[in-house]
């Protein structure tokens, strides 16, 4: 797409990046209305998160329901002349989680929005980005308040998601895969590295949906 199409297909008011995940999710959810968590003030104008917005849709794998998280504010969703073109859309990725229903989210997960603002505050104030198979320590339990023994992340090329080409550049969805204390120290000590673990658990869980209670 060059500057005069870009021009003719949107305005100042559109958000090319945003449509573009918008429009793979719902070739994955076709008519599906997700649930939608907004930043309560623009990153840009004071606030303090990051992410401008996180969808979660209802999915099942084998009859059993998860949630599928897509995050909105990693890559570039808003019109931006300068940026048509580029190899890769701001920090090139939007994170994406699969979670098991957790008997204590008696509502809404709400703290896998806190999670995921916490990841963008790193990555935003940083200038570092993450790529598949790269991991990092939560620096305790990934759900606070729980028993769950999962206290890292790694990351994955979302294997339904995958990645797409937005007029900005390409965004990769990279998928969160909890870990656990044990996982983290061999990834840490190089007894074993991401590429392989996440391998060894899709054997079973193919779309590595995150159980807080494994």
Excluded: C
């Amino acid at each position: 797409m060059d500057l005069e199409e870009y021009k003719e297909k949107y305005t100042e008011d559109d958000a090319p990046g945003w449509l573009a995940i918008d429009e793979a999710i719902e070739k994955l959810y076709p008519g599906q209305e997700p649930k939608h968590w907004a930043a309560t003030l623009h990153y840009a104008v004071g606030g303090k998160d990051p992410i401008d917005g996180i969808s979660f849709y209802e999915a099942h794998y084998n009859g059993e329901l998860y949630y599928h998280f897509v995050t909105y504010g990693f890559s570039n969703l808003y019109y931006d002349e300068e940026s048509l073109g580029s190899d890769f859309s701001k920090f090139g990725f939007e994170l994406t989680f699969r979670l098991k229903p957790f008997h204590l989210d008696k509502d809404e997960p709400t703290w896998v929005f806190h999670l995921i603002q916490n990841i963008a505050r790193y990555v935003f104030n940083s200038g570092k980005w993450f790529e598949p198979y790269h991991y990092m320590p939560a620096n305790g339990q990934i759900r606070l308040n729980s028993d769950t023994k999962l206290t890292g992340i790694a990351f994955l090329l979302d294997p339904e998601l995958g990645a797409i080409n937005t007029p900005h550049g390409e965004a990769q969805f990279l998928q969160m895969f909890g870990i656990n204390d044990e996982e983290y120290n061999q990834l840490k000590n190089l007894k074993v590295d991401a590429s392989s673990l996440i391998t060894e658990h899709a054997k079973t869980n193919p779309l590595l949906i995150t159980d807080l209670e494994r």
